[in-house]
């Protein structure tokens, strides 16, 4: 499993890479709350410390909950019952008071991973909209049967949106899947991906733009 730690001591952080790594965890650890909303696309599940040097945790956990579902157990010194309850209630999957011991810290982890793959609907892994096949998996894309050639970014976006089809994807989650963050001159590439992505699948009416908004793939 891909773990991603958002914690700012370096002897927890230290001894938690360790047995993670020890029972087959890849680890990526960071120091910043920022980082979190940066690196959290390529992992399976988050352990976030309030205690961060730039932004609280908890409202960490809020912002992400905005753009994701990954998995998130929070991991910190912070017991009061006001810190635990709004730690859930923001949608933490589960909540862990320092110090732990790591065995239950790994029960834990696995029993929120059971949960989150017992919840979680199958989606498709192919999606076709008109005469346009998207294979997510192969990272392939037909249009009338021939295949077009897309950039790898060109790709991701369009995979982000095959996935939601027929349902407005807002702009700011586009930004959060493809590159993880929402700068403004990433904000710019997105709208040349965009064009240059209509112009190959030669079908513009299919890829929508909602003003003020973000897209839709389909009707």
Same mark, same amino acid.
């Given at each position: 499993m891909r773990i991603l730690l958002a914690e700012d001591d370096d002897g927890v952080a230290g001894a938690l890479v360790e047995v993670?790594?020890?029972?087959?965890?890849?680890?990526?650890?960071?120091?910043?709350?920022?980082?979190?909303?940066?690196?959290?696309?390529?992992?399976d599940l988050l352990l976030l410390d309030l205690g961060l040097p730039d932004v609280d945790g908890l409202e960490v956990l809020r912002r992400l909950r905005t753009v994701? &579902?990954?998995? +998130?157990?929070?991991?910190? *010194? #912070?017991g009061d019952e006001r810190s635990v309850v709004r730690g859930l209630r923001l949608g933490a999957d589960d909540y862990l008071v320092k110090p732990v011991?790591?065995?239950?810290?790994?029960a834990r982890i696995e029993?929120?991973?059971?949960?989150?793959?017992?919840?979680?609907?199958?989606?498709?892994?192919?999606?076709?909209?008109?005469?346009?096949?998207?294979?997510?998996?192969?990272?392939?894309?037909h249009v009338g049967g021939a295949e077009v050639e897309l950039t790898t970014k &060109?790709?991701? +976006?369009?995979?982000?949106? *095959? #996935?939601?089809?027929?349902?407005?994807?807002s702009r700011e989650q586009v930004l959060d899947e493809v590159w993880g963050d929402a700068h403004h001159a990433v904000s710019r590439?997105?709208?040349v991906h965009l064009t240059q992505l209509r112009a190959k699948l030669g079908r513009p009416e299919l890829l929508t733009t909602i003003r003020g908004f973000g897209f839709r793939l389909g009707d």
């Open positions: 993670l790594y020890d029972h087959g965890h890849l680890t990526r650890r960071v120091t910043h709350g920022r980082d979190v909303l940066t690196y959290h696309r390529s992992s994701s &579902e990954l998995s +998130v157990v929070v991991l910190t *010194a #912070r011991r790591l065995t239950e810290l790994l029993a929120v991973t059971r949960r989150t793959a017992a919840q979680a609907p199958p989606g498709p892994r192919t999606v076709r909209v008109g005469d346009v096949e998207i294979a997510l998996d192969a990272r392939q894309v &060109e790709f991701d +976006v369009l995979a982000v949106l *095959a #996935r939601r089809t027929g349902t407005a994807v590439s997105l709208d």
